[in-house]
Nanobody, 130 residues
Framework: QVLLVESGGGLVQTEGSLRLSCAAS????????MAWFRQAPGKEREFVAS????????????FYSDSVKGRFTISGDNAKNTVYLQMNSLKPDDTAVYYC???????????????????WGQGTQVTVSS
C-alpha cells in the first residue's frame, strides 16, 4: 500500500519561510519521480516542483515552475524516504493546499503534469498573510 503523508503547512507572513515534508511508504523516493503540486481555491491543481534521479547516478534532475523558481527548493532524504519543499520569500499568491505526488514513469520532460502521477497525498494547507 502506498501512502504519502504531507506535513509542515501553516500560517506564515509574507516573506516568511516554511518547510513541507512528504513521508512516503510503499514507494522508494530514490527511484520514483517525486513532486509537489498546489491548488488554490477555485483554481486547478498546478505544478510546483519535481525531482527525478538521473539514471543510475547519484544526481537528481529538478524542475520548478516559473512562479517559484529561486524561492522554493525540492530535496529528499533517501534514508528517511521523505521529500521536502523548502519555501522561502513566501507571497500571498502561494496560499494553497500543497500536495505530494509520486510517479512510476522513468522519463518525462519535467514531470509537470498531474496525469503523470500515480499516487497523491492528502495535502497540507499553506496560508500566507499579507
Amino acid at each position: 500500500q502506498v501512502l504519502l503523508v504531507e506535513s509542515g503547512g501553516g500560517l506564515v507572513q509574507t516573506e516568511g519561510s516554511l518547510r513541507l515534508s512528504c513521508a512516503a511508504s510503499g514507494v522508494t523516493i530514490s527511484t520514483y519521480a517525486m513532486a509537489w503540486f498546489r491548488q488554490a481555491p477555485g483554481k486547478e491543481r498546478e505544478f510546483v516542483a519535481s525531482r527525478k534521479r538521473n539514471g543510475v547516478t547519484i544526481y537528481y534532475d529538478k524542475f520548478y515552475s516559473d512562479s517559484v523558481k529561486g524561492r522554493f527548493t525540492i530535496s529528499g532524504d533517501n534514508a528517511k524516504n521523505t521529500v521536502y519543499l523548502q519555501m522561502n520569500s513566501l507571497k500571498p499568491d502561494d496560499t494553497a493546499v500543497y500536495y505530494c505526488a509520486a510517479s512510476r514513469r522513468t522519463y518525462s520532460r519535467g514531470f509537470t503534469l498531474t496525469t503523470e502521477y500515480d499516487y497523491w497525498g492528502q495535502g497540507t494547507q499553506v496560508t500566507v498573510s499579507s
